[in-house]
C-alpha cells in the first residue's frame, strides 16, 4: 500500500510541485492550506508522514505540530523560510522530527521522506525476541512501542530511535556528534543543541522523575549514557 503524506503549505504553486513529484514517485497526498485545515484531514484521514510549514494561517505549524503530538507518533518534517537555529529548536521541541528550510532540494526532500519512513517502518516478525525490558521500562521493537510500568509512551521517530540506541549500549557514553551520526545520519544539517532538546524530552517521557533519572544520564563534559542503577 502506497505511503500517504499531508502536505501543508499556504504556498499552492510549492503544494503543487511537491505533490506533483511525490505522486510520481508512488505516494498518495494530501493537502492543506492553513492549520485548522491541516488538523481536519489530518484527523480524518490515515496519513503516514506530515509535511508541514511553520508559517500558516489561523494555526501555525508550531501549534498543529503540538496538536498532533498529542495524539499521534506520525513522523513531521517541518517547513520554513528561516533559518535561525531557535526556529529549529522550537520546532524540534513540539515534536518535529526533522526540520527544512526553504528554498530546498526537492532531491532531498524525497531523500528524507525515505529515510524518516524506513526508519518508522516497524521489522522483524517474531515480536516476544525483540522486546527489550530494563526493569519496569518495556521497549518493543517490532512496532516500535515503549511503556513504563505498564502504561504505554507516546516518542517521536526520534526519541524511539534515540533510546534503542541507549539502551542497546547500555553503559556506552554517546557524544552530541556520535549521536547525530547514529539517529540523524545525513538527514539534519542543524547544529548540536538538537540532541539536548531531543534527551530532555525524552527523559519526560521516560523517567519518573526528570530530575533525578534512572535511565539516561549525563557525562559532564561528553555527553548522554544509558545505564541500570540495579545492574
Not at 43 to 72: A, F
Request: aromatic share 8%.
Amino acid at each position: 500500500m502506497a505511503k500517504r503524506i499531508l502536505l501543508v503549505d499556504d504556498e499552492p504553486l510549492l503544494i503543487k510541485g511537491l505533490k506533483f513529484t511525490l505522486e510520481k514517485d508512488g505516494y498518495e497526498t494530501l493537502t492543506a492550506y492553513d492549520g485548522e485545515e491541516a488538523l481536519q484531514v489530518f484527523h480524518n484521514n490515515h496519513v503516514d508522514l506530515i509535511l508541514l510549514d511553520v508559517m500558516l494561517p489561523k494555526l501555525d505549524g508550531i501549534v498543529v505540530c503540538q496538536r498532533i503530538r498529542e495524539v499521534s507518533n506520525v513522523p513531521i518534517i517541518m517547513l520554513t523560510a528561516k533559518g535561525e537555529d531557535m526556529d529549529k529548536i522550537l520546532g524540534l521541541e513540539y515534536g518535529a522530527d526533522d526540520y527544512m528550510t526553504k528554498p530546498f532540494n526537492i532531491l532531498e526532500v524525497k531523500a528524507r521522506i525515505k529515510s524518516i519512513l524506513r526508519r518508522a517502518q516497524p521489522a522483524g516478525s517474531n515480536e516476544d525476541n525483540k522486546i527489550i525490558k530494563v526493569r519496569d521500562l518495556a521497549v518493543n521493537a517490532v512496532n516500535r512501542s515503549v511503556s513504563l510500568d505498564g502504561k504505554d509512551i507516546r516518542l517521536t521517530a526520534k526519541e524511539f530511535d534515540l533510546l534503542t540506541l541507549f539502551i542497546n549500549n547500555r553503559g556506552r557514553v554517546f557524544s552530541r556528534e556520535e549521536m547525530l551520526d547514529a539517529v540523524w545520519k545525513n538527514d539534519y544539517a542543524g547544529d548540536e543543541r538538537t540532541v539536548d532538546v531531543h534527551i530532555r524530552r525524552l527523559r519526560e517521557k521516560v523517567e519518573r522523575n526528570p530530575t533525578q533519572p534512572e535511565f539516561i544520564f549525563t557525562k559532564w563534559g561528553v555527553g548522554y549514557y544509558f545505564t541500570d542503577r540495579d545492574d
